[in-house]
């Protein structure tokens, strides 16, 4: 075996779908080149319970040996940072922040012992860009793994030039009722769809100190692919004043994530064993994705009144809104209409925590009602089912704009559904039984948008092995990782 001469630093954000993802492109470096080797420093989140999912995940890496790749859980200062008084997003900073110290600690550490590999870079989620400053004393390059798609990159250094260079009130501009130019986009982008995050000056100065420090990385690694977002990688690639974009997607874990157990994924997939192929709804909102009683008893009409065949991810709202996350229901009659199982029985399932890449794998399933997280859609495109959008938070509306807009790889029921996570007592708007029925036999009926989904689902799986797009990407990557040290 060839000796390791290159060591990178990985650094993900603590939620779920980060670091899963910052896994996956870690096996793939290590078993595309046994050159380099990989060490995971990680952060855990900020009063986690210890039965979360994402404790049990993080739990379950070190007791998993991956050749190339050690995992090192970072302390967690006694003190957690208290609440900022420029909101969330700016207090979340500062968590991610304090453990510079940690990693400073660490990587003095490894270049110290004798005979260890070099250290060729660090490589950063899109949330932890203060750790460039750490990369920097130690004269080490930063890369950025940014966990979403290449448009949303282009929107976020856009909305900063607009400010920066132009001058432009993003705030009020997020507030009109009017559509704008972004050159990452081919269609004006309505300002519906802006996230939450630019409309109010506190959050829109996290997002535009992330993009100003987006700008000062060697390179920026992102989870998608050219053949999906030709026109977007293209608008990056071109512009002199963005770092190199490596487009190296879809990264995905296929064999999921720690969740519901044995017991009731084995049931989940008896039940969809039973159904016709492509017959099956799936309704499924992440980790994060909830409703109110009132919207839940409205899904269910739909439901009901579509007459399709479905399986519902349905969640109890979080009890405690530091962590957001989701539960299960004890028993979900208490929230559903009255008989709403009785009258659905054999040809409806609700379950709670969902196995969504063991689903959307099942034949069975021909249609997936998604929050439109951009790990989802790209399971979804790698699986070929198509998708009805009903964004939630974070940069969702975007995607969702860009799947059915810009790309025509899904079916609307909204584009423009925000939930606050950042003000819960934000008015949510209710969804109507007659558009989620509607956009749900769209979904099941459209073959148009099936079949365009099927083609780039073949795109997608061949973009990653030899030959394809982003195998040749992730293999200039690799070289430039290693021309660091040599």
């Known amino acids: 075996m060839t000796n390791t001469v290159a060591e990178l630093v990985f650094i993900p954000a603590p939620g779920l ?3 899963m993802s910052t896994i996956e492109i870690a096996k793939l470096f290590v ?51 208290r609440p900022d008084s420029k909101g969330p997003l700016a207090s979340f900073n500062e968590f991610i922040k304090s453990h510079s110290k940690h990693v400073r600690n660490i990587v003095a550490d490894m270049i110290s012992k004798p005979g260890s590999s070099r250290v060729a870079g660090f490589v950063v989620d899109m ?41 432009q009130d993003i705030v009020q501009l997020s507030h009109s009722d009017t559509e704008t130019p ?12 802006f996230p939450t995050v630019v409309q109010t000056r506190e959050t829109l100065e996290f997002v535009l100190s992330s993009a100003r420090r987006l700008r000062e990385v060697k390179a920026i690694i992102v989870n998608s692919f050219l053949e999906l977002e030709t026109h977007a990688i293209h608008v990056l690639s071109s512009d002199n004043t963005v770092p190199l974009v490596y487009p190296v997607g879809p990264i995905l874990n296929l064999e999921g994530g720690s969740g519901g157990g044995k017991s009731s ?10 159904q016709p192929p492509s017959s099956v709804v799936f309704l499924c909102f992440g980790s994060m994705g909830s409703f109110e009683a009132v919207q839940v ?42 008989g709403f199982l009785e009258r659905t029985e054999g040809i409806g399932k609700v379950i709670g925590w969902a196995p969504q890449v063991a689903v959307l794998a099942h034949h069975a399933v021909g249609g997936f009602v998604s929050h439109c997280g951009w790990n989802s859609l790209l399971e979804s495109l790698w699986f070929g089912v198509p998708v009805a959008t009903w964004p939630m938070y974070a940069e969702q509306q975007i995607n969702a704009f860009e799947m059915v807009v810009e790309l025509g790889l899904a079916v609307e029921i909204k584009l423009d559904y925000k939930k606050d996570l950042f003000n819960p007592m934000t008015k949510t708007v209710i969804v109507t039984t007659e558009e989620i029925e509607s956009g749900i036999r769209r979904l099941m009926e459209d073959e148009s948008v099936r079949a365009e989904v099927k083609k780039m689902s073949e795109k997608c799986r061949s973009t990653v092995v030899e030959g394809g797009s982003s195998y040749a990407t992730f293999g200039s990557l690799i070289q430039d990782l290693i021309g660091n040290i040599s």
């Not at 855990?44 to 007791?63: E, F």
């Not at 400053?133 to 890369?143: G, I, K, L, Q, W």
């Not at 994924?265 to 039973?274: E, G, Q, T, Y």
């Not at 399986?311 to 299960?328: F, G, I, Q």
């Open 265 to 274: 994924d084995d049931d989940v997939i008896k039940w969809l064993d039973n």
């Open 127 to 167: 949330f932890c860009t203060c750790m460039i400053d750490v990369a920097n004393e130690f004269n080490v390059p930063t890369y950025v793994f940014f966990t979403s798609n290449a448009a949303f990159l282009g929107f976020k250094l856009y909305i900063q030039t607009l400010c920066d260079d132009q001058s």
């Open 31 to 81: 078993n595309r080149d046994q050159r380099l080797s990989i060490t995971v420093l990680v952060i855990k989140p900020p009063r986690s319970g210890s039965g979360s999912n994402i404790t049990t995940y993080i739990d379950s890496l070190a007791k998993n040996n991956i050749n190339h790749i050690s995992f090192i859980e970072l302390p967690q200062d006694e003190i957690i940072p």
């Open 297 to 338: 008893k409205e899904i269910a009409h739909a439901l009901e009144q579509s007459g399709h065949r479905f399986m519902w991810s349905l969640c109890r709202p979080p009890s405690d809104e530091t962590t957001k996350v989701t539960r299960d229901y004890e028993d979900p009659k208490e929230v559903l209409p009255e």
């Open 17 to 19: 779908g980060h670091i």
């Open 182 to 193: 972004v050159p990452a986009f081919v269609k004006p982008v309505p300002t519906k769809v």
